[in-house]
Each structure stands twice: as C-alpha cells, then as structure tokens.
C-alpha cells in the first residue's frame, strides 16, 4: 500500500536552532515528492518538487533533499515566521492514474 | 493571479441538507482534485477529475459526488449532510501526464459544520 509518513508530529524551536523534518515513503512508480507549507485557516502552499533520489532544492532558510526512501526537509536557524505546519506528498501512479498522497503533516512552532 | 478560487469559504448545513462546493481554476491545468482535511488524518483525496470529461473516486468518495464542468471548473455535491461530512474542504489543480509533473495549487479551503 502506498504510504507516507512524517515525524516527528509537532517540533518547538527555539529561533535559531535548526533541525530536520522527516517524510518516510513506500509507493510504486514515484513521480515526484512535494513538500508544502500550510498556515491556519489556509491551503497548502508549494515549497519544493524533488524527482529522484540525491536531489536538493533550497529556498531561503529552508533545504529538502530526497533519497530512495526518505525525504528531509531542513531547517536552518529558523525565525518564528516559518512557525506552520509542513506537509510532504508523493505522486504516484496508482490504479492507472496519477495522485498525490500526503503525509499527516508536522506542526513546527519556532519560539522567539 | 486568481489560481484556484473556492467558494463559499464557510458553511454551517443541518443533517440531511445538501450543497455543492465550487471551484475554478484559471491556470489551464489539466487535473482537478477535491480533498478533505480533518485533525490527525492528514489530507485525504474524495474525488479527482484527470482530464476535462472524466471523474474517479479517491480514497474516501462515500457521500459525495463531482462534476468536471468544463477545464476550469469541478464542483463536489454533498446530496444529504452527515455531522461525519464536517471538515475543511480544498481544491486543488495541476498538471499531470508530462514527464515531469509540476506541484498542485491549492485553493483556500471550504469550512464546512453539518450540524
């Protein structure tokens, strides 16, 4: 069955200690991994798209990488501006058609 | 700059009642998507419209129904409200089919209460 997973649930930061967030994937004929960025009472908002394992895309304080099995979205001395919830997603084909599916999200709150 | 526009941004509904939730978007995308968003289980996908003409179930499409209207637009009915069917509700649109698939961009979201 196709699954993503990330953890950890919930991160408090203080501002300026980075970290990493984790997107664990099990899917066939993995398209493309997305991370997003979501804020209360908004819709996802699109940060990176990865394609294949060994790739990086960066914007501003933000980092993701993608291996085989795993995404990582690292973050480096974060201010509490990117306090939100970030949610990674795979497309993938599933019963001959594309769909994206998403991980449960982690809730980060960055602490002045 | 419009993107993907859902409306109405909020509803209350009693049981029973039905409405349809609207969405267009104007960015010539080919593949729309409805899902819903409820706490602790993550965004899950109720219908999906690939290309203009077509529809197919996701993972939870009991109590629902779309419409692929023309490219633009793709609504979801709820045909009898059940206090199960509260959520938020988003919209999504993307490219799909290139070799390369592009992110999807995603509406506001529909608060919905069936009380």
């Known amino acids: 069955e196709d699954q993503v997973t990330q953890s950890p649930e919930a991160l408090r930061l203080q501002e300026g200690e980075s970290s990493s967030l984790n997107c664990s994937y099990t899917?066939?004929?993995?398209?493309?991994l997305f991370w997003y960025r979501q804020d209360p009472g908004k819709g996802p908002e699109f940060l990176f798209t990865?394609?294949?394992a060994g790739e990086e895309k960066e914007k501003e304080r933000l980092k993701a990488t993608l291996t085989k099995k795993e995404s990582f979205l690292h973050i480096t001395a974060p201010k509490p501006e990117d306090s939100a919830t970030y949610l990674c997603a795979v497309q993938a084909r599933i019963q001959g058609a594309q769909k994206l599916v998403f991980g449960q999200g982690t809730r980060l709150t960055i602490n002045p | 700059n419009a993107g993907v526009t859902q409306t109405p941004k909020f509803q209350v509904l009693k049981t029973g009642q039905s409405m349809t939730l609207q969405c267009a978007q104007d960015?010539?995308?080919?593949?729309m998507y409805w899902y819903r968003q409820d706490p602790g289980m993550g965004l899950r996908l109720i219908y999906y419209s690939a290309s203009e003409g077509t529809t197919d179930k996701g993972e939870v499409p009991n109590g629902y129904n779309v419409s692929r209207l023309n490219k633009r637009e793709f609504s979801l009915r709820l045909e009898s409200a059940a206090p199960s069917q509260t959520s938020v509700y988003f919209c999504?649109?993307?490219?799909?089919?290139?070799?390369?698939?592009?992110?999807?961009?995603f509406g506001s979201g529909t608060r919905l209460t069936v009380v």
């Open positions: 960015m010539n995308h080919n593949s």
């Open positions: 999504a649109s993307g490219r799909t089919g290139e070799v390369k698939v592009s992110g999807y961009t």
């Open positions: 899917v066939s004929g993995l398209r493309g």
């Open positions: 990865l394609y294949s």
